[in-house]
């Protein structure tokens, strides 16, 4: 939607409104800070309209910006202006808090945009960077993991990988992570991986949400059991 860079602005105009009927004898250098951020949140809610997401998604994020920057333009309006602040200012805050909290539900619904993929194999330490979008995208989206216990060079594993997959080098072996895959899928790239590579241990899992780090226990676990 073309116009949605706008709606920020609007909002945040919206808030500045009673600046074109009252003078500023008020608190000017608070009220301007006040509008300052306001001035910022519209500029970064802008920003997010062409962010590459799901159009729902997107419209939720803007809007929760678009109305954290309407509160916080009212509030250095009223501040600038001398004009006692109503309850009701914070309104915009808290449906902005609801915006966002609706951003992630869509964000991590069955139609979650997939993780980009990496540039190849990553680290432990790229594993938890990315613990948290693993989890969240968990929630809504199940996701495959192959834990394997293998020493092939990471090269020639990723090659074996589909676009989109992740594959993560651990110090035991690798981790695969799946998006998008059915156990099917999952179950005919263990047998190519079994056909071409060493594979000293192995486990499957279908994670439905939770700690990564209990379901990469589980995993370790359950390939522990295997040697």
């Known amino acids: 939607m073309r116009g949605l860079f706008l709606l ?10 009673p600046l074109a009927w009252f003078g500023p004898p008020g608190q000017v250098d608070r009220g301007l800070g006040l509008v300052a951020a306001a001035l910022l949140l519209a500029g970064a809610g802008s920003l997010y309209s062409r962010f590459p997401l799901a ?7 803007v809007l929760g ?18 004009l006692e602040a ?17 951003a992630f539900f869509l964000g991590t619904g069955r139609e979650a945009p997939l993780l980009p993929p990496l540039p190849g194999v990553g680290s432990l330490e790229d594993l938890r960077r990315m613990a948290g979008a693993l989890e ?27 676009r989109g997959d992740l594959a993560f080098r651990l110090k035991t072996g690798y981790l695969l992570v799946l998006q998008g895959s059915r156990p099917e899928d999952a179950a005919g790239l263990l047998r ?7 594979l000293s241990t192995y486990a499957v899992e279908r994670w439905r949400g939770g700690s990564l780090e209990r379901v ?12």
């Open 8 to 17: 920020p602005w609007g909002l945040c105009l919206l808030g500045l409104a």
């Open 55 to 61: 159009f729902p998604v997107q419209l939720a994020l």
């Open 65 to 82: 910006l678009g109305l954290l920057a309407f509160q916080l333009a009212l509030e250095g309006t009223l501040l600038l202006t001398g």
């Open 86 to 102: 109503p309850g009701i200012v914070a309104l915009g805050g808290i449906l902005g808090a609801l915006a966002f909290g609706a």
């Open 136 to 162: 969240g995208l968990a929630l809504r989206r199940p996701l495959v993991l192959i834990y394997l216990g293998t020493e092939t060079p990471p090269g020639k594993l990723q090659e074996e990988l589909r």
């Open 192 to 198: 190519r991986l079994k056909e071409r590579f060493p």
């Open 216 to 227: 990469l226990a589980r995993l370790e676990a359950e390939a522990l059991l295997q040697s």
